[in-house]
């Protein structure tokens, strides 16, 4: 399988950052890491190798980027405030370094985005802020509500970035019509600790009209990458 390593630096973030690149061709799937996970998780969780076929086989090309959630979300020396605008860099990154570099390896108009746990909420949260950019979102145990990150303190930035909150008011025709031609995925299981959290976002999607796929494995699978693994198989 094709694999390269990348790195640049970001001037949105004022440091260098890494990602990997999986596959020579097809649809592009941008993986978000889970919380505080690296660009390399994915290839250590065996989700790479769970994808292999499909990515050797030029249906699927896999772009892993980094995060900086230790610097946003989980970063409590900083006031919540300056955690949520970190996120709001990161974002920029990802539209004005990442994607056109995305571009520049894959011409394909649109992108698929995926993550698990915490990355489900990256996932989510870039598909539906930007359903321009984005035909598919597959979250895998997937946690979406991120005010419990930042002691109480609430604003626009915050609102914005917050999907039960922005989504359950969103009017916006320009926005839902796009949202509703997407391919959104919620996929979580019967033990799954994140179950309630993807039952409520998709009561959310199904109260503004946005089809989507409530996918809850009924086997006893556990929010780990055993389950993960198969739900990316499935999902690409």
Request: proline letters at 4%.
């Amino acid at each position: 399988m094709n694999r390269e390593y990348n790195k640049q630096y970001s001037h949105e973030l004022g440091r260098d950052m890494e990602s990997l690149v999986y596959g020579h061709a097809g649809q592009p799937i941008l993986v978000f890491p889970t919380s505080q996970g690296r660009f390399f998780e994915y290839e250590d969780a065996g989700m790479i190798h769970a994808l292999a076929g499909k990515s050797e086989g030029g249906a699927i090309q896999i772009f892993c980027v980094d995060s900086v959630d230790s610097e946003s979300w989980y970063n409590k020396s900083v006031h919540p405030g300056a955690r949520i605008w970190r996120h709001v860099q990161y974002e920029r990154y990802l539209l004005n370094e990442f994607l056109p570099y995305l571009k520049w390896r894959n011409w394909s108009p649109q992108i698929a985005v995926t993550g698990c746990s915490f990355g489900g909420y990256h996932a989510l949260n870039f598909a539906m802020r930007h359903p321009d950019l984005v035909s598919g979102c597959a979250t895998m145990s997937g946690s979406y509500d991120i005010k419990s990150f930042l002691d109480g303190y609430y604003d626009d930035n915050v609102y914005f970035n917050n999907p039960p909150d922005y989504l359950s008011n969103m009017n916006d025709d320009w926005f839902l019509s796009r949202i509703r031609q997407m391919n959104i995925v919620l996929g979580s299981s019967d033990w799954d600790m994140c179950l309630d959290a993807n039952v409520k976002m998709s009561a959310i999607l199904h109260g503004k009209g946005i089809p989507h796929w409530l996918d809850i494995y009924g086997d006893n699978s556990k929010h780990d990458w055993p389950l993960w693994q198969r739900m990316a198989q499935k999902y690409f």
